[in-house]
């Protein structure tokens, strides 16, 4: 019988506390204990991962308070979101040619990668230097259409977005919220597992196994 030590070994992705890993030990071990013996790492990974998003999203969250202040994860930690929901994001946001699509907090890039693919202008703002270059170098096929800045998202200007996605911990919500707030009547706005505080969504789409994304119009 494999124990969890050798099945977190096969897991095809780091396992950590820290920012850069992509799953917590603690969501390791919730999808560890869902698995179904007769599969290995990388299926249960697949199937279990999504359920596992939001409560990782959360225990990272806590981790980063109790970190010290000079340790600084902006309005969320890196945590990759499903290619799956990436391209439903975009198709609630009616991503086209004609719009300005901002992602705050874009990671590795893959929604800016995904939405100039489609013909559409967008910026990715990321807070973590390593990250953003990181970023730079996953669109650079997009350099005609994407732009990765290296900037503090909560004190950004978005006054030209046509569309938002935001995949944020609550708190990072609430401190980017008047920002959005001020574009609501303009552009379209998409946020990923966790709501906007106290707005009602114009449509709710969920993926099987992943959690939800929130449209606001």
């Known amino acids: 019988m494999t124990s969890f030590e050798e099945w977190i070994a096969a897991l095809p992705m780091e396992v950590g506390d820290e920012a850069g890993a992509a799953i917590t030990p603690s969501a390791a071990r919730r999808l560890w204990e869902a698995r179904d013996p007769t599969e290995d790492a990388a299926a ?42 990436v391209s439903a994001a975009l198709d609630l946001l009616r991503i086209s040619p004609a719009d300005l699509l901002y992602d705050v907090g874009c990671g590795d890039g893959r929604v800016v990668g995904e939405a100039a693919r489609r013909g559409a202008r967008c910026v990715g703002v990321e807070l973590d230097r390593k990250r953003a270059d990181a970023a730079r ?81």
């Open 44 to 85: 249960t990974v697949r199937k279990h991962v999504g359920k596992a998003t939001a409560a990782q999203a959360v225990l990272r969250g806590l981790a980063a308070r109790q970190r010290p202040r000079e340790v600084s994860y902006g309005l969320a930690p890196f945590n990759p979101t499903p290619l799956t929901a």
């Open 137 to 217: 170098a996953n669109v650079a096929a997009f350099s005609n259409l994407a732009e990765i800045r290296c900037e503090d998202a909560s004190v950004l200007d978005f006054a030209d977005a046509t569309a938002i996605f935001v995949y944020l911990v609550p708190r990072g919500l609430r401190t980017l919220k008047p920002t959005l707030e001020a574009l609501r009547h303009r552009a379209r706005i998409v946020a990923y597992t966790f709501a906007v505080p106290g707005w009602v969504p114009t449509a709710t789409h969920t993926l099987p196994d992943l959690p939800p994304l929130y449209l606001y119009t």
